[in-house]
């Protein structure tokens, strides 16, 4: 993902002139990047630079004045750290055609889950005394949701991720609600044209 910062500096911008930003002016060194970050990447077909972009700005910024009310992106750090890897890993993974799998593929790369985890429940302590990277991992996410509960959450969209973020918080189910805000976060920032995510 692209960031700009600092993004007060042009506050006419949308997200989508920043794309064309990049592309027109850095077209080569975008490349020079995907080809160099493509020599470590075991698989190809997962693989993605400069597919999404974000503006961010911790406050608008102006002489003598620093509004830090007119924040732009930085409530979205913690959406894009938690929900957006999941929902791209299972458009993914359902393109490669590994339907019901989806989940228990996303699983057996423990690692990639880890991160989305230790933000939500907060229980990095707790993770770091389980034995192995790998069992910690399992046994964290089996013990917050189950498999079929992320891969719902995830999948969700508009008016039923809405509904579902409700539910949530009517039923007190606090994960299942950051969950769905973090996704409701998203479209809304899409929306303001602060975000674009690839479709791939």
């Given at each position: 993902?692209?960031?700009?910062?600092?993004?007060?500096?042009?506050?006419?911008?949308?997200?989508?002139?920043?794309?064309?930003?990049?592309?027109?002016?850095?077209?080569?060194?975008?490349?020079?990047?995907?080809?160099?970050?493509?020599?470590?990447?075991?698989d190809?077909?997962?693989?993605?630079?400069?597919?999404?972009?974000?503006?961010?700005?911790?406050?608008?910024?102006?002489?003598?004045?620093?509004?830090?009310?007119?924040?732009?992106g930085?409530?979205?750090?913690?959406?894009?750290?938690?929900?957006?890897?999941?929902?791209?890993?299972?458009?993914?993974?359902?393109?490669?055609?590994?339907?019901?799998?989806?989940?228990?593929?996303?699983?057996?790369?423990?690692?990639?889950?880890?991160?989305?985890?230790?933000v939500?429940?907060?229980?990095?302590?707790?993770?770091?005394?389980?034995?192995?990277?790998?069992?910690?991992?399992a046994?964290?996410?089996?013990s917050?949701?189950?498999?079929?509960?992320?891969?719902?959450?995830?999948?969700?969209?508009?008016?039923?991720?809405?509904?579902?973020?409700?539910?949530?918080?009517?039923?007190g189910?606090?994960?299942?609600?950051?969950?769905?805000?973090?996704?409701?976060?998203?479209?809304?920032?899409?929306?303001?044209?602060?975000?674009?995510?690839?479709?791939?």
């Amino acid at each position: 993902m692209f960031a700009l910062s600092k993004c007060d500096v042009l506050p006419d911008l949308k997200v989508q002139e920043f794309q064309d930003l990049v592309v027109l002016k850095t077209a080569h060194e975008v490349d020079q990047l995907r080809q160099m970050l493509g020599r470590i990447v075991l698989d190809k077909d997962a693989f993605a630079v400069g597919e999404d972009f974000v503006l961010l700005s911790s406050a608008k910024f102006s002489p003598g004045a620093i509004e830090v009310s007119q924040r732009v992106g930085v409530d979205l750090i913690m959406p894009i750290a938690s929900v957006f890897p999941l929902r791209r890993f299972m458009r993914w993974a359902e393109a490669r055609n590994f339907r019901g799998k989806v989940v228990e593929v996303l699983f057996g790369r423990a690692s990639a889950a880890a991160g989305v985890v230790a933000v939500l429940v907060g229980l990095v302590s707790r993770a770091a005394r389980l034995p192995g990277p790998v069992g910690a991992i399992a046994v964290l996410i089996s013990s917050v949701l189950s498999k079929e509960a992320i891969e719902k959450i995830v999948k969700l969209a508009g008016g039923k991720l809405r509904e579902a973020n409700e539910d949530a918080l009517e039923k007190g189910d606090y994960l299942r609600a950051a969950l769905t805000q973090f996704g409701i976060d998203l479209e809304d920032a899409e929306a303001q044209n602060i975000l674009l995510r690839s479709r791939r």
